[in-house]
Every structure is written in C-alpha cells, then in structure tokens.
C-alpha cells in the first residue's frame, strides 16, 4: 500500500505541475487536466484518510468546470461543426486507447484539433 500511495501522490503532483503549465500557458486544456485530476486527489485522500482534503476536492471541480466554460468555445469550434471536432477527438482517443499512446501525446492532439491545427 506503501507504493502504491507513494506513486499516487507523485502521479498527482505531476498532474497539478501539468495542470498549472498548461494554465500558465493560457491553455484551455488546463482546465481539463484539472478536473480529471481531482480524481486522484479524492482517492489520495480516502486512502491516506485526509479527509480534509476531500471539500478543497469539491471545491477544484467546481472551479475547473467553471473555468472550463468560462474560457469560451475553441476557434475550432467556431469554424467547424462542435460534432465533426469531437468525433474527431472520440478517433484519436481510441486510437491512442488501441496503440497505447502515451498520455501528453494524447493531450497534445486534443490540443490541436480544439485549436482547428488538424482537420476534422
């Protein structure tokens, strides 16, 4: 179990580290990190009892939700139609499932076709 919290809390930690860059960078999939994040930190803190942890938890995912919708519709959105753009997202999210592409790669495609850099 020892392990097992120890690589949790590192894994988290990264995330919170990503989340925040990709903030800092005035990216919107920052907020997205964010709110899967929370995740880990609710388990980090039933599994090490912090339970303290658990309203400031709440209180992430509301503010990542609410971040994320008040960041505005992507251009890509704009140009394109919202369903062309998330079937595309849907594609390379299985594929990444299928090929085990790793987890930024992952984000960085997102990223793209939210910014209209690939085609739909």
Known sequence: ????????????SVLTG???????????????????????WVVLAVVTH?????????LMTFLAIKGWRNWGESPALANGTRED???????????AH?????????LREIEEVLNGKLES
């Open 1 to 12: 179990m020892d392990i097992f919290i120890l690589f949790l809390s590192l894994y988290t």
């Open 18 to 40: 990503i989340m925040m860059w990709l903030l800092g960078n005035k990216k919107r999939a920052g907020w997205a990190v964010s709110m899967g994040n929370q995740i880990n």
């Open 50 to 58: 912090a339970y303290g942890l658990l309203p400031l938890t709440a």
């Open 85 to 95: 753009k998330l079937a595309h997202i849907g594609a390379i999210i299985y594929v």
């Open 98 to 106: 299928q090929t085990g592409y790793g987890y930024f790669g992952l």
